[in-house]
């Protein structure tokens, strides 16, 4: 049990998901470390969709990203993209993924 703001809630509280890393990636990947200790790999192409992320699509723009307050950023911060949704979008990365192509096809990430 925790309180916040006069409000006693069951359950521990967990602390806000944030982004420790960033890396972008080719095929408009970026590898991201979460607070978690968890690294994950998203495919930023879906965003693509929406127009605030069209600047995205020019690989210099999309590989001058970087964190700030756990969140990743471009544009000096015109663009940016929630843990959550990074994290609820992502797969799980290995260091066997990045060792070999073959290793990272082998676990089902070869269609990122």
Known sequence: MFEKDGIAYAGNQTPPLKVWGVRPL?????WLRFNTGESRLLDCKPLFDFPAFAPLKDQEVFKS????????????GEIDLSPEYAYEN???????????????????LSSL
């Open 26 to 30: 080719d095929n408009f990947m970026l």
């Open 65 to 76: 990203v970087y964190i700030d307050y756990g969140v990743p950023v471009w544009n000096d």
């Open 90 to 108: 992502s797969v799980p990365a290995s260091a066997a993924a990045f060792s070999t192509p073959l290793k990272f096809e082998q676990e089902g």
